[in-house]
């Protein structure tokens, strides 16, 4: 291709480029202001509370025929509805507050007194300490790792109650941090920054974005972890926590591989192990030319 076709063809794809982008401004402002119907939830209901939690939308609890302690998670971004772990305890006119990528539910006609705690990460929930006095339709409001109960009512008598309720410890341990995931034949190599203090750490693994997650090893003291339970072609997605006294940490940030067989079947290609002075393990899936490449640099250093 001549320059002159060169130059007539990113012309017309920078024309087209401009069209393309403003005729899409135009469409989401045309969208502005208005409603769309999106996917019904599985359950209908009344009195229930919602609550965002990283990029998901929580319904949970209410009254059908009867207290429901059901649990429906909606993902905007594929307007989809999923089913969660029902809360121990049904009830309505509860109230939701989220703390440390953990949901708490309080209080509420049927739950009266209760705490309940969900963690999204592993679909799981946990009972808490109950409130002094049970109640509804309450507000809730977190503060400095404490959970402030206010108000609400019981027995259609208004309170002017405030309870003040402090969080676990280990809702406040620091969390695996930079988590990386590098993927090899058959295996994943994990390698994450350092927690101080914590006595050893905790690897979860999910097939599914986000979770929930599987523990597939515990006591872990390194800082890093090699997977060699996985299948080749298929999308593994990890988290990391700290232990530290018994106590867990929130999960670290979420990483992904997809570990695959070499493609000539030759053995092209290697994970390349690093042992740092701090006793940090970095590991890069490289090919072989590359491998080889770095030995020679670093005999050539010596």
Known sequence: MNKFNRSTLLIVLLTLLTVYSFFSVALAEENLGRWATKQSMT???????????????????????????????????????????????????L???????????IGG???AKS???????IDTWTTKASMSTGRNNLFVAEMNNKIYAIGGGASDTPKNLVEEFTLDSLSICNKPTNLKAVAGDKEVGLSWDEVEDADSYII?????????????EEDITGLS??????????????VVSAVIDSDESDDSNEASATPEGSSSGSGDKAILRITMQNGKINEYDLLMNDVEDFIDWFEDRA
Do not use: C, H, Q
């Open 115 to 121: 705490v309940e705690e969900y963690d999204s990460a």
């Open 95 to 105: 109230s939701l507050t989220k703390v440390n990528n953990k949901i708490y539910a």
């Open 225 to 238: 972890y090699t997977d060699r339970t996985v299948d080749n072609g298929t999308t593994y997605y990890y």
């Open 43 to 93: 359950t209908s209901r009344y009195g229930l509370k919602v609550v965002e939690l990283n990029g998901k939308i929580y319904a949970i609890g209410g009254f059908e025929t009867d207290f429901l302690n059901t649990v429906e998670e909606y993902d905007p971004a594929t307007d989809t509805w999923t089913t969660k772990t029902s809360m121990p305890t049904g009830r309505y006119l």
């Open 204 to 216: 979860k693994r999910s097939e599914t974005e986000g979770g929930p997650y599987t523990i597939i």
């Open 109 to 111: 006609v049927g739950g």
